[in-house]
């Protein structure tokens, strides 16, 4: 049985989830292996109390490349599974928020 706090990994932080969070109120985070879009929706509602719209949930494949000597192939950035939440207008998370 999985808890809330097991569903959230952490949050994911980049370029692209910063213009999301300012400007379409989504937020993104790396979510456990397992976790469906309502365990996700549950988790975020009573962590943050906030109304959630959609969930969106990304499988992303591993990074993977070549060694130039033996041709091997290696694993340089495990796979891993994020969901983009859409919140309610007017709706903010605070950790995503600047310094204010």
Do not use: C, H, W
Not at 9 to 17: A, D, Q
Request: no cysteine; hydrophobic share 40%; proline share 2%.
């Amino acid at each position: 049985m999985t808890t809330s706090y097991d569903v959230l990994r952490r949050p994911l932080v980049t370029e692209k989830s910063n213009y999301q969070s300012g400007k379409l109120q989504q937020y993104t985070f790396e979510i456990a292996s397992d976790a469906s879009r309502t365990m996700v929706k549950d988790a975020i509602e009573t962590m943050y109390d906030v109304s959630v719209v959609r969930v969106n949930i990304i499988n992303t494949a591993a990074k993977r490349s070549r060694r130039a000597r033996s041709r091997r192939l290696l694993v340089r950035k495990s796979a891993i599974k994020k969901a983009i939440v859409t919140l309610a207008a007017g709706q903010t998370l605070p950790m995503f928020e600047g310094v204010q």
